[in-house]
């Protein structure tokens, strides 16, 4: 793998995850940008101000990074940019949670996960579900260096292994240990309200839980 500094994170999305994330990824040291729906010169001054370091691009250009991270509300996944998503590795860190969303029959009516529906949506995409169980200021303060035995852990799930191997990789930089949950279905494992979303855990712990919840994944 290249020196990480070469390597360019995409972030779709400059809310509350979006911009926490662009912070702590360019506090490892990567090339962020981000970006809205927005065109980029709207978001050049908030960028500056709240993520100095990052770099406002259209939508297209941050889609075109190493790796790219969905952090825009689910509800909205069909306004993703399909073309210019096709073939990258992208982190869907997005949650379906109605009681604060609302309801969508996309989600309600489907039995797969919501990553599962959203890689759908973005043929050729190659689609690693994580980031999504960690709050947004959480992800800023939760952080430590690898090997520290206390230190917090992120499931991550996803089809393509050297995807996954990348994902692992920036997890790791991000201050956090990754664990492998296996294929993107078994991101079930780590969806709202299960024992994992609304807890904090080491890898040992979140290793347990995932062989915990694996009889629920395999029976969906
Ligand atoms: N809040 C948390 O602690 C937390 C933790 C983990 C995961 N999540 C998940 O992360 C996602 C983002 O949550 P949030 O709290 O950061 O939301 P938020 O504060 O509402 O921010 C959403 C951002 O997405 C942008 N956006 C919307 N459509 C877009 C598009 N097609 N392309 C690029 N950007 C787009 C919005 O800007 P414009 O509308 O101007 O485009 C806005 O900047 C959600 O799916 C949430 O479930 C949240």
């Not at 994580?130 to 992800?139: A, D, P, Q, R, V």
């Not at 240990?177 to 294929?183: N, Q």
């Not at 694996?214 to 969906?220: I, S, T, V, W, Y």
Request: charged share 20%; aromatic share 6%; proline share 5%.
């Amino acid at each position: 793998m290249s020196n990480h500094h070469d390597t360019s994170i995409g972030i779709l999305g400059a809310g509350r995850v979006g911009t926490a994330l662009a912070r702590q990824a360019l506090k490892a040291g990567y090339r962020v940008r981000i970006a809205t729906s927005q065109p980029a010169a709207d978001n050049a001054l908030l960028v500056d101000i709240v993520t100095p370091g990052a770099v406002a691009v259209e939508s297209s250009v941050a889609a075109a990074s190493d790796l790219v991270v969905l952090a825009i509300p689910l509800h909205k996944y069909r306004t993703l940019n399909t073309h210019a998503l096709a073939g990258r590795i992208v982190i869907d860190a997005m949650n379906y949670w109605a009681p604060v969303d609302g309801v969508f029959d996309d989600f309600e009516s489907d039995p797969r996960t919501t990553s599962e529906v959203v890689e759908d949506f973005l043929p050729g995409a190659r689609v690693v579900k994580s980031l999504n169980h960690i709050g947004y200021h959480e992800l800023e303060e939760d952080d430590k260096a690898a090997g520290m035995p206390t230190r917090r852990a992120l499931a991550l799930a996803g089809d393509d292994a050297a995807a996954k191997a990348f994902v692992t990789n920036f997890i790791d930089r991000l201050g956090y240990d990754a664990v492998d949950a296996g294929p993107l279905a078994a991101g079930r494992a780590f969806q709202p309200a299960t024992e994992i979303f609304t807890g904090s855990h080491t890898a040992n712990q979140l290793r347990a839980l995932i062989e915990k919840a694996r009889p629920l994944a395999d029976a969906a």
